[in-house]
């Protein structure tokens, strides 16, 4: 992975070339807890007037809009809780995993603000277990902040402010990136989504209590939001996705990496293929596909490559911007083996829970395992499609959720988007002359 | 509310459907016939929404939508189809889903014929399977205890068993492990899921995936017969009871809303293997020689016909009412028998012997004018919402599973506050408001201060040993909530003490009892709980001394009464303990047994040991030659649950129907039809020809009874409740004096635990080794101060015995008590008892 050479506008990850970004000193020196100051010079619900001003939209995948998810706490009922989601596992997104490692103040920072905003003294950050050096980092630095006051009993003497910020490390499960599951996972129970409704876990979350889950990134904005205006984040991007978004980019291109784009103008043509970003594809590669927002979304071809990184767009074009995960597949790939590497993943990180998911992901690996291995049949091509169809009814883009998260009808994604247009590989793994698949029961044909 | 506000409109495909607010859709289809399939779904847990089978289309007006039915409440409107394409398709998908990694294994297992995953592949799904790959592979059964087997490869994850382990009886010890495809469910290492309840869980699962040992391979679903009945226990669950070929092998809850919500505890459930045991008694027995020849001078019991058997029990009553009187014959027990078995028995003794001293109970219960003096209330009534419970009686999680269940979920999911006035921690601690917990003998000072309005502590800054600020907070609690009802759950939590502390402490909390209820307000009432399984059945029909049928005293209820019978007793007679003592006296000439084993119940077994051998004549009806049975000189085989009919009591005061399903062992007969033989041979015809015969005098003796039809009791799903008594309860003069405790000493607590050395649990062979081995509990703090460390072998001595066994460390048990099980197998705690004293001190040696 490469840092990028020159990027217009970093707002968040301007640290990153910092060699001690992420610690206080080097946190301190290049602006740090500045907005945190601002903050407490202003009334809370300026604060948070600030944030709906700005328009910020949740980065963490469904891209719902901070400032009005904070509004959902019902009145009068206390404590509440803010959440921090740093479970990203999302395969091929590796952005708030960077900003917890380079750059960790500034997401305490904006905890700080939230809380300010908000009236909350404790904070939860739940970090993915798997994610070792950043657990490092935001441990380390909690405990600078802890020592210089920032965190703890009255916040820089103030004498109503006080926030105490609790490091939680999950126990690697995907669907803890889920917010009710990870608000299960932080009570000690298994990770599994809980029943909607409650929709938001702003009415009812942690413990039972008005919880606010944020995602690390969007956490992160806040401190140049507070210190710059909310107008002037809003300024930047597109009308409807305002300041800036960190995707990474992964895959067979020539510097996968995180990058900082102004949100919403910018394309994915841009970001594959600019030199500033990701670089293009390797010499003499042709581009097949990618992924443009994690591995639950619909796969994208050429012909998607002008759509701005913009959520309405994106929406429209019949997929999803997601988790920032941008994943690029050139001519060399073998698009069966793409398609099972992610399915698998899905069948793996199923919680359980209920019964399409659980039973149907593994399923459908099972099925492109035995493609894989020479072992198909033609019917498992239409069979692929209706178990699809079974998980994810209609196989609709964005699903006709029948199950209680999103996950089973994730793995549908890429099996129908390869299906659709590569159903030729499919076939071409298939034996010219029927084969007599060996079953635990006798032999089918 | 009005009418309209209550009723939601739907429609179910296209029918109009009045559906209740905040009802699920599958509930408010399936009242109005629509079966939506399901696996998960249950009424009596929280919807989880996992198995995705009761999917349908519900159209909430902005375009029909796949959803799941058990966790989408009816609105206004709605339109729900069960049909269409759409829902087909993805039920069967589910369908399909669930029998991929089922092993279909359906010859061979038990749930065969009565499976819902069985019978919904029938109804629903491809038929055909597309799964070619390998199946999931689990070790086959497994036990997760000793009752239950797990068969994991069959589990289809409805959270059924689990969510039950959790939600209902509160013992979270099988759980999901692992993800994904590989979930599965199972205990953690080295806790099994020991629980008393545990066999519901075989009950509910959808699938064969649970089974339980006593009827694992037994029979075929369609092999059994079955009946609704009534189990005889005191809160009278519901139950089915199944059968094949003349055998019972299984019972399983019956959703009564009243009663038991569908649950048993193992205990009751596991019974049947009991009343199937090579040890029942199948025919009379006499007194004769070795070689079986009837004799009255022999010492064995030998088999005779039940002509020599009866004429000999009416000769040795007649020989006694001839030459000491009619008080000389008494008669204990009668609490496991039905209501008909009671009156005839009670009829027989006060209307023909013409004695009193009758008593049901074995001096370990409460008088009988404390139970049939209160208001009474209802179990829905104590777990209306918001509502308060004060248990005054030993754990309902041992003595009343079912009940306990109910509470439980009526503290847990309905904000009813419970507040405990035990001398220990309870099953129900965990949730309880507040914990009282007093000092042996001191519940009346609690209570009296809880709804005296009169908080003074006593020298130590406290109340009978409860911090004073507690006991003012929980009255503050009863006064905040007076707009509820207030249920006081009565029994006796000691019985290593007097039954008159807790008699004293009634005293107490009935004077606020009359002012609340008179006040308009839902009021204050009592719940009697007491052993035996149809104890208050036997009050109402009159088996305790000074009572008649009905819920009336001889005095008031004597003169119609002697109009009937042709006459009555004279003046009250003696209890349990009177009848005892008077035996050892050699007052007593015939003592005659209904299913009581003094030697093994009653608190002294030392004066039941003397009195016993101090009777003339001893007739004993019974299932089992008890120890006490085998000191009779005359014994009657009695008919058991599932072999005879009739109704039987709970602690409500609900009557409902027993049935009978087999045939009874040998010649075994009813108690009714013994007790009227027996009459006839006394020269008095009842002329009863069966149990409904005697149901019908009852109805028409028997006040509080009367007009209840049997027809009424026979239909209605949950029985009929006979509420009226005329009986009142006095207080006492005097408080039962309560000496000092010495510092070196501990107060005792015994109560019952659910698996015992009674003769039900010893016969069936999956309980009898269940019983706990008995330990000393004792608070951690009295552990330096007695200067011996948990788990240590420890002599304990009272003034009249003493005995080995290890002592552990409990916080649930107060400073300064000790708590000691009434009724383990191995060690028996009535050897500390001393008879003359009110409580029970101890001391504690190293050995």
Redesign the interface.
């Known amino acids: 992975m490469s840092t990028p050479a020159a990027q217009d506008l970093r707002i968040i990850t301007s640290r990153f070339d910092v060699e001690d970004g992420h610690t206080l000193a080097g946190y301190e020196r290049t602006g740090g807890y500045a907005g945190l100051r601002r903050a407490m010079e202003m009334a809370p619900a300026d604060v948070h007037g600030e944030v709906r001003t700005a328009s910020l939209l949740g980065r963490g995948g469904a891209g719902f809009p901070a400032g009005v998810k904070w509004g959902f706490c019902p009145p009068g009922v206390w404590p509440r809780y803010l959440v921090v989601n740093g479970d990203e596992s999302e395969p091929g997104t590796y952005k708030d995993r960077l900003l917890m490692e380079r750059d960790p103040h500034q997401l305490i920072e904006g905890c700080l603000i939230a809380c300010y905003a908000l009236g909350l003294s404790q904070c939860f950050l739940y970090v993915r277990g798997e994610m070792a050096h950043a657990q490092e980092r935001l441990a380390a630095a909690l405990n600078e902040a802890y020592e210089a006051g920032y965190v703890g009993a009255n916040v820089l003497g103030a004498k109503d402010f006080s926030v105490d910020i609790t490091l939680h490390w999950g126990a690697g499960a995907y669907i803890v990136g889920e917010e009710t599951a990870l608000i299960e996972s932080l009570e000690g129970n298994r990770g599994m989504p809980r029943l909607k409704p409650p929709y938001f876990p702003a009415s009812i979350g942690l413990y039972g209590k008005p919880t606010i889950v944020n995602n690390v990134e969007t956490l992160a904005n806040l401190p140049w939001i507070v210190s710059n205006g909310g107008a002037a984040f809003a300024a930047m991007g597109a009308e409807s996705s305002t300041g800036t978004r960190v995707f990474a980019v992964s895959g067979h291109v020539v510097s996968p990496g995180v990058f900082e784009v102004p949100f919403g103008t910018t394309t994915f043509r841009d970001i594959i293929f600019d030199s500033r970003y990701a670089g293009g594809l390797h010499p003499g590669r042709s581009l097949k596909t990618f992924i443009p927002g994690g591995a639950s979304a619909p796969w994208f071809f050429e012909e998607h490559l002008d759509i701005p990184l913009e959520k309405a767009t994106v929406d429209k074009a019949g997929s999803m911007l997601g988790s920032g995960a941008i994943v690029v597949m050139d001519d060399t790939t073998d698009v069966v083996r793409a398609c099972h590497n992610v399915v698998r993943f899905f069948a793996r990180e199923s919680c359980g829970k209920c019964t399409p998911c659980r039973e149907g992901t593994s399923w459908l690996e099972m099925i492109l395992s035995r493609i894989l291995a020479g072992q198909g049949r033609p019917q498992d091509l239409d069979l692929l499609m209706d178990v699809c169809d079974n998980i994810s009814p209609g196989i609709n883009w964005p699903p006709r959720q029948t199950t209680i998260c999103p996950l089973g009808p994730s793995a549908v994604s890429p099996i129908a988007s390869a299906l659709e247009r590569f159903r030729g590989e499919f076939e071409a793994y298939l034996p010219a002359t029927a084969v007599s698949v060996t079953t635990a029961s006798g032999v089918a044909s | 509310m009005s009418e309209a506000e209550t009723v939601v409109n739907i429609t179910v495909n296209g029918q109009p459907v009045e559906a209740k607010p905040g009802e699920w859709v599958i509930a408010a289809a399936e009242r109005a016939g629509v079966y939506i399939p399901h696996f998960c779904y249950h009424p009596r847990m929280n919807?989880?929404?996992?198995?995705?089978?009761c999917?349908v289309d519900i159209d909430t007006g902005r375009g029909p939508?796949?959803?799941?039915s058990c966790?989408v409440a009816v609105t206004e409107g709605m339109e729900v189809d069960t049909t269409s394409d759409?829902t087909r398709?993805?039920q069967?998908?589910?369908l399909?889903?669930?029998l991929?990694?089922h092993p279909l294994d359906c010859p061979v297992c038990d749930k065969g014929g009565e499976c819902p995953l069985q019978d919904q592949t029938m109804a629903y799904g491809p038929g055909e399977s597309?799964?070619?790959?390998?199946?999931r592979h689990f070790e086959k059964p497994i036990p997760v205890n000793d009752l239950v087997y797990l068969d994991r490869e069959r589990c289809?994850?409805c959270d059924r068993c689990t969510r039950f382990a959790d939600e209902v009886a509160g013992d979270p010890l099988i759980?999901?492990q692992?993800?994904?495809?590989?979930?599965q469910v199972n205990t953690f290492p080295d806790l099994p899921f020991s629980s008393y309840f545990s066999g519901n869980t075989v009950q509910i699962c959808p699938v064969g995936a649970l089974t339980a040992v006593p009827y694992r391979f037994k029979a075929r679903p369609w092999d059994l017969t079955e009946v609704e009945s009534t189990y005889p226990n005191p809160m009278g669950d519901r139950v089915v009871v199944q059968a094949s070929r003349d055998q019972v092998l299984r019972y399983q809850g019956v959703d009564s809303d009243a009663v038991n919500w569908g649950w048993l505890t193992d205990k009751d459930r596991f019974s049947f293997e009991g009343m199937a045991s090579e040890l029942r008694l199948r025919t009379p027995l006499v007194r004769g020689t070795p070689l079986g020849q009837p004799d009255p001078r022999g010492n064995e019991l030998v088999e005779a016909s039940w002509h020599q058997a009866l004429t000999l029990a009416a000769d040795a009553i007649r020989v006694a009412i001839d030459d000491k009187g009619p008080q000389s014959v008494a008669v204990l027990g009668g609490a496991r028998l039905t209501n008909e078995d009671q009156y005839v028995w009670a009829r027989l003794a006060k209307g023909v012997i013409g004695t009193d001293n009758v008593d049901a109970q074995l001096d370990d219960g409460l008088p009988a004018d404390v139970v049939l003096g209160m208001p009474r209330a209802t179990v829905n009534q104590a777990c209306t919402p918001g509502g308060t419970v004060i248990l005054l009686a030993p754990d309902p999680k041992e003595e009343q599973g079912t009940l306990y269940l109910r509470l439980r979920h009526a503290v847990v999911n309905d904000g009813v506050q419970l507040i405990e006035l035990t001398p220990r921690a309870s099953g129900l601690s965990q949730m309880a408001a507040f914990r009282l917990h007093h000092r042996p003998g001191e519940a009346a000072a609690v209570a009296a201060a809880l709804v005296g309005g009169d908080i003074e502590p006593g020298p130590d800054g406290d109340i009978g040993g409860v911090s004073a600020a507690d006991v003012a907070a929980a009255a503050a609690a009863i006064a905040n909530r007076a707009d509820k009802p207030i249920t006081v759950i009565l029994g006796r939590p000691s019985l290593a003490e007097s039954a008159g502390f807790t008699v004293d402490a009634v005293a107490e909390l009935i004077g606020f009892a009359n002012l609340l209820n008179a006040g308009g307000r839902p009021g204050m009432a009592f719940l009697p709980v007491l052993h035996r399984g149809n104890v208050l059945g036997a009050l109402d029909m009159g088996l305790a001394p000074g009572l008649l049928p009905g819920r009336t005293t001889l005095a008031e209820g004597g003169p119609a009464m002697a109009e009937s019978w042709g006459s009555v007793p004279s003046a009250p007679g003696a209890d349990a303990r009177g009848i005892l003592k008077a035996a050892a006296d050699g007052q007593i000439d015939v003592l005659i047994l209904l299913g009581a084993d003094p030697l093994g119940d009653f608190p002294h077994r030392e004066l039941a040991d003397v009195a016993l051998n101090n009777v003339g004549t001893i007739i004993a009806s019974d299932l089992f030659l008890n120890p006490s049975a085998a000191l009779a000189h005359i014994v009657f085989p009695a008919a058991g649950f599932a072999e005879r009919r009739g109704t039987h009591t709970n602690l409500e005061g609900r009557i409902t129907a027993q049935r009978q399903i087999v045939t009874p062992p040998g010649t075994a007969r009813a108690d009714w039809a013994i007790a009227t033989e027996l009459a006839r041979q006394l020269g008095a015809d009842f002329g009863f020809g069966t149990p409904e015969e005697v149901w019908d005098e009852i109805a028409r003796l028997a006040p509080s009874h009367r007009n209840l039809s049997l027809e009424a009791i026979d239909t209605s799903d949950d029985g009929v409740v006979a509420s009226d008594s005329s009986i009142v309860f006095s207080p006492p003069d005097d408080l039962t004096p309560l000496p000092p405790v010495d510092a070196y000493s501990l107060r005792l607590v015994s109560s019952r635990r659910m698996y015992d050395r009674g003769t039900l649990v010893q016969s069936a062979s999956s309980l009898a080794g269940l019983a706990p081995t008995a330990a000393l509990v004792v608070n951690p703090y009295d552990f330096s101060r007695v200067g011996v460390e948990s788990g240590a072998d420890v002599q304990v001595v009272s003034h009249v015995g003493e005995m080995g066994l290890p002592v552990v460390a409990d916080p649930g048990v107060p400073r300064g008590t000790a708590a000691f099980g009434y009724n383990h197998p191995d060690l028996d705690v009535r050897d500390l008892f001393d008879p003359d004293a009110v409580v029970t001190d101890l001391r504690i040696q190293t050995r």
């Open positions: 919807s989880v929404g996992m198995c995705r089978m999917i939508a796949l959803q799941p966790m759409q398709k993805a069967d998908g589910v399909e889903f669930l991929l990694n597309r799964f070619i790959e390998e199946k289809i994850l759980t999901f692992d993800r994904g495809d590989q979930t």
